[in-house]
Protein backbone atom coordinates (compact mmCIF):
# COMPACT_ATOMS: atom_id res chain seq x y z
CA UNK A 1 0.00 0.00 0.00
CA UNK A 2 1.38 3.41 -0.66
CA UNK A 3 1.53 6.37 1.80
CA UNK A 4 -1.12 8.73 1.81
CA UNK A 5 1.41 11.13 -0.16
CA UNK A 6 2.33 9.17 -2.72
CA UNK A 7 -1.33 8.36 -3.24
CA UNK A 8 -1.99 12.09 -3.26
CA UNK A 9 -0.04 12.68 -5.86
CA UNK A 10 -1.84 9.89 -8.28
CA UNK A 11 -4.83 11.61 -7.69
CA UNK A 12 -3.38 14.81 -8.96
CA UNK A 13 -2.47 12.70 -11.89
CA UNK A 14 -5.40 11.02 -12.66
CA UNK A 15 -7.06 14.55 -12.40
CA UNK A 16 -5.09 15.37 -15.39
CA UNK A 17 -6.17 11.88 -17.06
CA UNK A 18 -3.05 10.45 -16.57
CA UNK A 19 -3.79 6.70 -17.36
CA UNK A 20 -0.28 4.94 -16.12
CA UNK A 21 -1.60 7.04 -12.46
CA UNK A 22 -4.72 5.08 -12.81
CA UNK A 23 -3.57 1.86 -13.13
CA UNK A 24 -1.26 2.51 -10.54
CA UNK A 25 -3.56 4.00 -8.20
CA UNK A 26 -6.35 0.87 -8.53
CA UNK A 27 -3.17 -1.60 -7.96
CA UNK A 28 -2.54 -0.08 -4.56
CA UNK A 29 -6.03 0.47 -3.68
CA UNK A 30 -8.43 -1.87 -5.08
CA UNK A 31 -7.55 -5.04 -3.01
CA UNK A 32 -8.36 -3.01 0.28
CA UNK A 33 -11.61 -1.10 -1.55
CA UNK A 34 -12.90 -4.59 -2.60
CA UNK A 35 -11.96 -5.59 1.15
CA UNK A 36 -14.38 -2.66 2.11
CA UNK A 37 -17.57 -3.74 -0.79
CA UNK A 38 -17.31 -7.26 -0.19
CA UNK A 39 -18.46 -6.94 3.65
CA UNK A 40 -21.07 -4.63 2.55
CA UNK A 41 -22.36 -6.65 0.43
CA UNK A 42 -21.30 -9.84 0.91
CA UNK A 43 -21.09 -11.21 -2.79
CA UNK A 44 -17.75 -10.91 -4.86
CA UNK A 45 -19.67 -10.37 -8.26
CA UNK A 46 -21.77 -7.30 -6.75
CA UNK A 47 -18.34 -5.86 -4.98
CA UNK A 48 -16.55 -6.29 -8.30
CA UNK A 49 -19.25 -4.47 -10.14
CA UNK A 50 -18.96 -1.64 -7.27
CA UNK A 51 -16.02 -1.36 -6.89
CA UNK A 52 -15.88 -0.98 -10.98
CA UNK A 53 -18.54 1.57 -10.32
CA UNK A 54 -16.43 3.75 -8.09
CA UNK A 55 -13.10 3.66 -10.28
CA UNK A 56 -15.00 5.30 -12.94
CA UNK A 57 -15.83 8.13 -10.18
CA UNK A 58 -12.48 8.51 -9.71
CA UNK A 59 -11.42 8.71 -12.95
CA UNK A 60 -14.12 11.61 -13.61
CA UNK A 61 -14.09 13.19 -10.00
CA UNK A 62 -10.41 12.91 -8.93
CA UNK A 63 -10.23 16.72 -9.64
CA UNK A 64 -12.72 16.71 -6.76
CA UNK A 65 -10.28 15.27 -3.95
CA UNK A 66 -8.84 17.54 -1.58
CA UNK A 67 -6.55 16.85 0.18
CA UNK A 68 -7.36 19.14 3.27
CA UNK A 69 -10.46 17.41 3.58
CA UNK A 70 -9.88 14.01 4.10
CA UNK A 71 -6.70 11.24 3.81
CA UNK A 72 -6.64 9.63 -0.21
CA UNK A 73 -7.66 6.46 1.24
CA UNK A 74 -10.98 7.51 3.36
CA UNK A 75 -11.91 9.98 -0.11
CA UNK A 76 -11.50 6.94 -1.56
CA UNK A 77 -13.22 4.24 0.56
CA UNK A 78 -16.19 6.39 1.10
CA UNK A 79 -16.67 5.85 -2.75
CA UNK A 80 -16.88 2.55 -2.68
CA UNK A 81 -18.92 2.67 0.54
CA UNK A 82 -21.64 4.89 -1.07
CA UNK A 83 -22.16 3.37 -4.25
CA UNK A 84 -22.37 -0.19 -2.06
CA UNK A 85 -24.51 1.59 -0.01
CA UNK A 86 -26.66 2.78 -3.30
CA UNK A 87 -26.69 -0.52 -4.68
CA UNK A 88 -27.79 -2.22 -1.38
CA UNK A 89 -30.84 0.40 -1.43
CA UNK A 90 -31.55 -0.33 -5.15
CA UNK A 91 -31.96 -4.35 -4.23
CA UNK A 92 -34.35 -3.43 -1.61
CA UNK A 93 -36.39 -1.70 -3.72
CA UNK A 94 -36.34 -3.78 -6.24
CA UNK A 95 -37.16 -6.55 -3.87
CA UNK A 96 -40.14 -4.90 -2.44
CA UNK A 97 -41.48 -4.21 -6.31
CA UNK A 98 -40.87 -8.02 -6.95
CA UNK A 99 -43.41 -8.76 -3.66
CA UNK A 100 -45.93 -6.30 -4.70
CA UNK A 101 -45.88 -7.88 -8.37
CA UNK A 102 -46.08 -11.59 -6.30
CA UNK A 103 -49.40 -10.65 -4.72
CA UNK A 104 -52.03 -12.72 -5.60
CA UNK A 105 -55.99 -11.93 -5.95
CA UNK A 106 -56.43 -13.30 -2.56
CA UNK A 107 -54.26 -11.07 -0.68
CA UNK A 108 -51.63 -13.28 0.02
CA UNK A 109 -47.97 -13.61 -1.70
CA UNK A 110 -47.58 -16.20 -4.64
CA UNK A 111 -44.23 -17.18 -4.01
CA UNK A 112 -41.27 -15.92 -1.74
CA UNK A 113 -38.26 -16.50 -2.72
CA UNK A 114 -36.05 -18.93 -1.29
CA UNK A 115 -33.30 -16.63 0.33
CA UNK A 116 -35.64 -14.62 2.62
CA UNK A 117 -35.03 -15.59 5.94
CA UNK A 118 -37.72 -17.65 7.84
CA UNK A 119 -39.38 -15.40 10.68
CA UNK A 120 -36.80 -17.13 13.25
CA UNK A 121 -34.46 -16.32 11.45
CA UNK A 122 -35.43 -12.44 11.29
CA UNK A 123 -35.28 -12.62 15.15
CA UNK A 124 -32.30 -14.47 15.57
CA UNK A 125 -30.50 -11.70 13.52
CA UNK A 126 -32.62 -9.10 15.55
CA UNK A 127 -31.11 -10.34 18.72
CA UNK A 128 -27.91 -10.95 17.26
CA UNK A 129 -27.90 -7.03 16.43
CA UNK A 130 -28.99 -5.97 19.77
CA UNK A 131 -26.20 -8.25 21.26
CA UNK A 132 -23.83 -6.61 19.35
CA UNK A 133 -24.92 -2.83 19.65
CA UNK A 134 -24.99 -3.70 23.80
CA UNK A 135 -21.77 -5.24 23.15
CA UNK A 136 -20.36 -1.87 21.02
CA UNK A 137 -21.75 0.68 23.83
CA UNK A 138 -20.11 -1.31 26.66
CA UNK A 139 -16.48 -0.79 24.72
CA UNK A 140 -15.68 3.18 25.47
CA UNK A 141 -12.91 5.68 23.48
CA UNK A 142 -10.53 4.98 21.12
CA UNK A 143 -10.98 0.92 21.07
CA UNK A 144 -14.40 1.78 20.09
CA UNK A 145 -13.47 4.17 16.99
CA UNK A 146 -10.43 1.92 15.89
CA UNK A 147 -13.34 -1.13 15.45
CA UNK A 148 -15.77 1.78 13.70
CA UNK A 149 -13.14 2.88 11.50
CA UNK A 150 -11.22 -0.33 10.56
CA UNK A 151 -14.61 -2.11 10.12
CA UNK A 152 -16.80 0.15 8.06
CA UNK A 153 -14.02 2.13 6.16
CA UNK A 154 -11.82 -0.69 6.12
CA UNK A 155 -8.65 1.09 7.22
CA UNK A 156 -5.44 -0.85 8.22
CA UNK A 157 -3.22 -0.50 10.56
CA UNK A 158 -1.15 2.21 9.82
CA UNK A 159 -4.23 4.07 8.57
CA UNK A 160 -5.58 4.02 11.71
CA UNK A 161 -2.65 5.40 13.15
CA UNK A 162 -2.29 8.01 11.00
CA UNK A 163 -6.39 9.01 11.22
CA UNK A 164 -6.27 9.15 15.04
CA UNK A 165 -2.40 10.65 15.52
CA UNK A 166 -1.31 7.60 17.69
CA UNK A 167 1.48 5.25 17.39
CA UNK A 168 0.42 2.28 15.63
CA UNK A 169 1.48 0.11 18.30
CA UNK A 170 -1.07 1.65 20.35
CA UNK A 171 -3.53 1.13 17.73
CA UNK A 172 -2.93 -2.23 17.67
CA UNK A 173 -3.74 -2.98 21.27
CA UNK A 174 -6.50 -0.88 21.04
CA UNK A 175 -7.98 -2.81 18.01
CA UNK A 176 -6.81 -6.44 19.51
CA UNK A 177 -8.49 -5.32 23.03
CA UNK A 178 -11.48 -3.80 21.48
CA UNK A 179 -11.92 -6.97 19.54
CA UNK A 180 -11.64 -9.55 22.65
CA UNK A 181 -13.77 -7.40 24.59
CA UNK A 182 -16.56 -7.84 21.97
CA UNK A 183 -16.04 -11.38 21.74
CA UNK A 184 -16.26 -11.96 25.40
CA UNK A 185 -19.71 -10.12 25.61
CA UNK A 186 -21.19 -11.78 22.32
CA UNK A 187 -20.32 -15.46 24.08
CA UNK A 188 -21.44 -14.09 27.50
CA UNK A 189 -25.37 -12.86 25.85
CA UNK A 190 -25.78 -15.95 23.53
Not at 5 to 24: I, K, N, P, W, Y
Not at 155 to 176: N, Q, T
Amino acid sequence: MLDPVQLERLLARVALRDRQAFRQLYDACAPQLLGVALRLLRRRDLAEDVLQDAFTSVWHRADSYRADASQPMTWLTSIVRNRALDLLRAESVRRAESLDDDVDGQGGVAALGDDRPSPLGLLEQAADALHLRRCIDDIDGPQRQCLALAYYHGLSHSELAEHLGSPIGSVKVWLRRGLDRLRRCMERLA
